[in-house]
């Protein structure tokens, strides 16, 4: 009986990782699961996965440093109960920051199990130096953009393209919809502080957009009820209480094929957009002492994936202090304004989003962990 040990730390990993766990149990139905996640990987692997990824799930290294201590000791006592329990392997599911930490302690003390790493950290955007422990420490990276696997092959590690979850995720949702017109989409994030930071921009380009575009309406996504309960509050203290009524729950993916423009927080959503064609503007702030430190290490031109795959700028970014309610306003007015720039993003979009393989993911990503387990 296989025993694994499996760690994502935010809303985005506990979805990987609850794909590749169910694809795992289709291969080793016996298979005994125990690690930190959330929601979604309890619901598939039983309680043995302890739900963190609401406290853990913070951006930026100030948000990080705040409760620094908190992972500190979330780091000892992980270490501690892998080193007892000796599965037969370790899977780690993005989250760089604390992941790879592990990964490194446990080779060091003596851990002689599998470790594998599932969504590859973006070390190819910052301290590409790490890629050298990783290969010291690591057994598999299996990654979802097709360039990364010559990236790390390099420096030895054995690595699988297996593609992007988005993509069967996308064939799913997909709705055959008319986009409706004037209708803008609002994506501001599914962390309280990403929120804090961008819906006042949006709210606020709200009535610069309408301006120029007096039928435009507006719709925001919010990834749960709380996140919907701060934003009225701060629709409330904005001075404009209509905003209230734009905010929606649990519907970021209809919204997407809804809108006929909109802004999307830099992050996962910047992809789902991509691949349900919302034409859209990336928006990115975080704290100044986050973005200074960020500055100094990320050594690509481009923020958005979108971006980095097409090795040019397809979606506008606005970042930090070039984003604020006017430049957001002209963004999007552009977009709703002019059809012709609407359909050559679109245009471009798909083409991007071809690039991330035909379906099955998890399934190639979860053979791809079995054979790592099995092998000698």
Known sequence: MTRVFIIAGEISGDTHAAGLLREMKVLEPELQVSGLGGRQMREVAGQGIEDWVEKAGVVGLWEVLKIYRYFKEKKLAVEAQILAERPEAVILVDYPGFNLRVAKSLRAAGYAGKILYYISPQVWAWKKGRVKVMAKVLDLMI???????????????????????????????????????????????????????????????????????????????????????????????????????????????????????????????????????????????????????????????????????????????????????DTLAKATSELLMQKHRREALQADLASVVAMLGSGGAYQRAAQAVHSAIHSS
């Open 143 to 325: 990654c979802i953009f097709p360039f990364e696997k010559a990236f790390y092959e390099k420096s030895g590690l054995r690595t699988e393209f297996c593609g992007h979850p988005m993509v069967d995720r996308v064939q799913t949702l997909r709705r055959d919809w008319k986009r409706e017109t004037a209708l803008v989409g609002w994506f501001p994030g599914s962390r309280l502080n990403e929120v804090r930071r961008l819906f006042p921009v949006m709210v606020q380009a709200s009535q610069a957009i309408r301006l120029a575009v007096p039928e435009a309406r507006f719709a925001v996504s919010a990834a749960n009820e709380a996140l919907a309960g701060h934003m009225r509050t701060m629709a409330d203290a904005l001075g404009v209480p209509e905003a209230k009524r734009w905010i929606e729950v649990g519907t970021v993916y209809d919204l997407m094929q809804r809108c006929e423009a909109g802004a999307v927080a830099s992050g996962t959503a910047t992809l789902e957009a991509a691949c349900f064609g919302l034409p859209y503007t990336l928006v990115y702030n975080v704290s100044w002492p986050t973005y200074v430190v960020a500055k100094l290490v990320v050594r690509i031109k481009h923020l958005g994936i979108i971006n980095i795959l097409a090795k040019r700028e397809v979606v506008k970014e606005l970042v930090q202090h070039d984003l604020n309610p």
